[in-house]
């Protein structure tokens, strides 16, 4: 079963959320072929619950507060998103690392929250376009790995999925090759086994998130190291998000 992973960033009013969700519960039906994960900004997830009651769906918020107490103005802990019926969470988007200044300190904390707060974690990884031109993949991802799942039991990479992003190829219609894809998923899974074990290695779910779309899925579909996909902007239609779904469903 593949994993597919909607990323509606800062978009859709909860107005805008339930019309979106009334047509893709009306076109899509559950399946054993994908496993459809939707990740809405916090406005939208209450309605997105109620319309996602009893379908095959998991809801899912962009970001949770590093801190489960304290003043903290602004922000949402995970025991307001379990409460609100969230399954898993978002962490270290390479938007957020960039523009608020996510460390990989706060990543790691606020994994070890959203576990605590029985939330299932999409771990963002990727490294930046200069990082790719000066052959740097394999160093930024074994550290942001290792800095990020510090601490943490083997048992509980049960309940991480991680995002394979290459920065530069975020919102920019450019992506890495299949090849180069599935290259940087093995390098993931020798990470987790060298610091965890083969047999976490072999079962830790990765996805690839970059400009998916309607015309590359094709040729993804078949990545060998990868479970699936996080789509952003490619999701924000319907019909072209459906196209993707019913392509990976293939
Ligand atoms: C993302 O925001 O995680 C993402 C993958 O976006 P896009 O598909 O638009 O590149």
Same mark, same amino acid.
């Given at each position: 079963?593949?994993?597919?992973?909607? !990323?509606?960033?800062?978009?859709?009013?909860?107005?805008?959320?339930?019309e979106?969700? &009334?047509?893709?519960?009306?076109?899509?039906?559950?399946?054993d072929?994908?496993?459809?994960?939707?990740?809405?900004?916090?406005?939208?997830?209450a &309605?997105?619950?109620?319309?996602l009651?009893?379908?095959?769906?998991?809801?899912g918020?962009? !970001?949770i507060?590093?801190?489960?107490?304290?003043?903290n103005?602004g922000e949402?802990?995970?025991?307001?998103?379990?409460?609100?019926?969230v399954n898993?969470?978002?962490?270290?988007?390479?938007?957020r690392?960039?523009?608020?200044k996510?460390?990989?300190?706060?990543?790691?904390?606020? &994994?070890?929250i959203?576990l605590?707060?029985?939330?299932?974690?999409?771990?963002?990884v990727?490294?930046s376009?200069?990082?790719?031109?000066?052959?740097?993949?394999?160093?930024?991802?074994?550290?942001?790995l290792?800095?990020?799942l510090?601490?943490?039991?083997e048992?509980?990479?049960?309940?991480?999925?991680?995002?394979?992003?290459?920065?530069?190829?975020?919102?920019?219609g450019?992506?890495p090759?299949?090849?180069?894809?599935d290259?940087a998923?093995?390098?993931?899974?020798?990470?987790?086994?060298?610091?965890f074990?083969q047999?976490?290695?072999e079962?830790?779910?990765?996805?690839y998130g970059?400009?998916v779309?309607?015309? !590359?899925?094709?040729k993804?579909?078949?990545?060998?190291?990868?479970?699936?996909?996080?789509?952003?902007?490619?999701?924000?239609?319907l019909?072209?998000?459906?196209?993707?779904?019913?392509t &990976?469903?293939?």
């Amino acid at each position: 079963m593949k994993k597919i992973i909607a !990323n509606f960033k800062m978009n859709f009013t909860p107005s805008m959320t339930k019309e979106y969700l &009334i047509q893709l519960l009306a076109r899509y039906a559950d399946s054993d072929k994908v496993k459809l994960c939707l990740s809405f900004p916090y406005t939208s997830l209450a &309605i997105a619950k109620f319309l996602l009651d009893k379908r095959k769906i998991s809801l899912g918020a962009q !970001n949770i507060c590093d801190e489960e107490e304290g003043k903290n103005t602004g922000e949402i802990n995970g025991a307001m998103l379990k409460d609100a019926g969230v399954n898993y969470v978002i962490i270290g988007h390479s938007e957020r690392r960039k523009k608020f200044k996510e460390d990989n300190k706060s990543i790691n904390h606020k &994994i070890k929250i959203a576990l605590k707060n029985g939330l299932s974690v999409i771990l963002c990884v990727g490294e930046s376009l200069a990082d790719y031109n000066t052959l740097k993949t394999f160093d930024v991802l074994t550290e942001q790995l290792e800095a990020a799942l510090k601490g943490l039991y083997e048992n509980e990479l049960e309940n991480i999925t991680i995002a394979y992003e290459p920065i530069w190829a975020i919102g920019t219609g450019i992506t890495p090759t299949a090849a180069e894809i599935d290259k940087a998923c093995k390098t993931i899974r020798n990470v987790i086994k060298e610091d965890f074990s083969q047999k976490a290695s072999e079962n830790i779910e990765i996805v690839y998130g970059g400009s998916v779309n309607t015309k !590359n899925i094709s040729k993804f579909k078949n990545l060998k190291y990868s479970n699936g996909f996080l789509v952003g902007g490619a999701c924000l239609d319907l019909g072209a998000f459906l196209q993707i779904i019913s392509t &990976i469903e293939k």
